[in-house]
C-alpha cells in the first residue's frame, strides 16, 4: 500500500524490505527482517515511531514532519539500536523521494554464474548511475514472480531520469553486459 501511494502522488519509497514477506512493523524496524536502502541508511529515512512502552504508555520517538538529522539531536537513533527492548512500534513516519519523469526496470538473464560475474565486475566499474541492482538464481525470481520465466541466473537493474537519458542509459548497459541470453 505505502508503494502504490507513493506511486499515486509521485514519489518514489527509497527503501525496501531485506525479506519479501509480510512482518510486523518491529520486523521492519529492529527485528530480523530490517528495511534497508539501496542509496543510504534506512535510519535516514526514518523521521519517527509511534509506539507503547514495556509500561503501557504511549510513546512518540522522533519527529513525523521533520528529519532527525535535522533537529540538533537525534534521540530516535540513540534509541533505534535498543528500540527492542523499551517500546512495541505500531506506526511510524518516512521521507519519500521525488520520482523521475521514467522509471523502467530490466531483467538480464545470464546461462551460468561465471557470464554473471563477469557482467557484474564490468558494471560496477563503470560507475552508472543506477537506482538499484539485484541478483538472483533461477529458484529466487521464481519464489519471487510465480509463473515468470525463469534463467539460472538473473540481474535486475533499475534506471530513473529523463527519457532520453533512460534510453541512453540502456544501450549502454546492453553493451556492457554483455554475455546474457534474454532481457524483459
Do not use: C
Amino acid at each position: 500500500a505505502l508503494y502504490d501511494e507513493a506511486a499515486r502522488s509521485g514519489r518514489l519509497v527509497p527503501f525496501f524490505p531485506l525479506v519479501p514477506l509480510d512482518y510486523a512493523l518491529g520486523d521492519a524496524l529492529v527485528g530480523d527482517a530490517v528495511l534497508h536502502s539501496y542509496a543510504a541508511p534506512f535510519r535516514r529515512y526514518l523521521y519517527g515511531v509511534r509506539s507503547f512502552a514495556s509500561h503501557g504508555q504511549r510513546t512518540r520517538l522522533g519527529f513525523e514532519e521533520v528529519p532527525n538529522h535535522g533537529t540538533g539531536y537525534d534521540a530516535l537513533g540513540l534509541l533505534q539500536n535498543s528500540m527492542s527492548e523499551f517500546v512495541v512500534p505500531v506506526a511510524m513516519s518516512v521521507a519519500l523521494i521525488p520520482r523521475a519523469r521514467v522509471v523502467k526496470n530490466w531483467v538480464y538473464q545470464f546461462p551460468d554464474a561465471a557470464k554473471l560475474a563477469a557482467a557484474l565486475g564490468k558494471l560496477t566499474a563503470s560507475g552508472r548511475a543506477l537506482l538499484y541492482a539485484n541478483v538472483y538464481d533461477g529458484a529466487a525470481w521464481a519464489l519471487l514472480h510465480p509463473g515468470a520465466p525463469a534463467a539460472p541466473f538473473l540481474l535486475e537493474l533499475g534506471l530513473a531520469g529523463a527519457p532520453t537519458v533512460v534510453a541512453a542509459r540502456e544501450k549502454a548497459l546492453d553493451t556492457l553486459l554483455a554475455g546474457f541470453t534474454g532481457k524483459t
